[in-house]
């Protein structure tokens, strides 16, 4: 998916207040805010189940992704690199509390480009009358609802600004990027198929998505009785 970025992005908030100690302010109230909007669903939706999905996108590229290893001592060890300035994007929806997860590969970000990736997540994830997801994401510009068209069976929830830590979908880039620490890839096409492959793995593997991401706070599904 995807296409060269567009420029038509709308600014972000501004910063969330920090507490004295330097920690950022924000968890209470994003747990205020999802317990509020999925109630508020379950009320005008009594037959659906009501599940919290979260969102994030990661870029990776041609540009070496570096880690460190062990090794023998007094022998450095040797990553091949060529940087070059060539980038994949990955955006994934997740479920904290089931590890279900959606991941899709696009060559650019933007507003459109979230629109469309929306739009097919709502489709795979049988978003509708019978299923609501309430999605936490952040405030890129390419997220603002300004202009957004949103798909039926997804409310939007967004998290107080520059607070990554209360995203569940940002820890999962650590699992995401295993195959590819450390090596070198002749092209777009190559890193592309090892992503890809890596996405389709987490896909499958929902207690090691849930054990990644499963914030113990975050809501539970709303099943109708």
Known sequence: MGGAPRHWLDDPATPAP?????EPRGTGRVQKNLAQAVAEEAE?????????????EHRVGLKPILRRIWAPRGERPVAVGHHRFEWLYVTAFVSPKTGESF??????????????VLALFAREAGAGRDRIIVLVLDNAGWHSSLGLTVPEGIRLVYLPPYTPELQPAETL?????EPIVNRHFDSLADLDAVVARQCVA???DRDRVRGQAGFHWWPDRVVPN
């Open 18 to 22: 920090a507490r004295p100690g330097g």
């Open 44 to 56: 005008r939706h009594p037959g659906a189940v009501i599940e919290t999905f979260a969102t994030d």
């Open 103 to 116: 991941w899709y590969l696009s060559t650019g970000i933007s507003k459109q480009d979230f629109e469309d």
């Open 173 to 177: 880039w650590v699992h995401l990027d």
């Open 202 to 204: 987490l896909n499958s």
